[in-house]
Nanobody
Framework: QVQLVESGGGLVQAGTSLRLSCAAS????????LAWFRQAPGKEREFVAA????????YYADSLKGRFTISRDNAKNTVYLQMDSLKPEDTAVYYC????????????????????WGQGTQVTVSS
């Protein structure tokens, strides 16, 4: 069992930065792939970024590459999402998720492989 708790959301102006954190707890949490998804009102939950247990590999939604950076600190059992040059369209609830590693990296982009989810943190970007 893995528990995930997000923090760091808030109301910010366009062009600024925000860093989200997700604290993971559970005996094997450091062995899971950790990811961020987001869901805007009236839209489906979408993939943002994922990072492998060692932190050696990262994956991003094409539209967010260059603005968002995922990282993890296994000593703190925490995954981070650094979001730069924020835009109003980044407004959403951001969710942290955990999944066992997969042989196909393409799988990390899909919600169905993630076993554990956090409660989400709201990010609102004003123009």
């Amino acid at each position: 069992q893995v528990q995930l708790v997000e923090s760091g959301g808030g109301l910010v102006q366009a062009g600024t930065s925000l860093r989200l954190s997700c604290a993971a707890s559970g005996r094997t949490s450091s062995s899971y792939v950790l990811a961020w998804f987001r869901q805007a009102p009236g839209k489906e939950r979408e993939f943002v970024a994922a990072i492998t247990p060692s932190g050696g590999s990262t994956y991003y939604a094409d539209s967010l590459k260059g603005r968002f950076t995922i990282s993890r600190d296994n000593a703190k059992n925490t995954v981070y999402l650094q979001m730069d040059s924020l835009k109003p369209e980044d407004t959403a609830v951001y969710y942290c998720a955990a999944a066992p590693t997969r042989s196909r990296r393409e799988d990390y982009y899909y919600t169905y492989i993630y076993t554990y989810w956090g409660q989400g943190t709201q990010v609102t970007v004003s123009s």
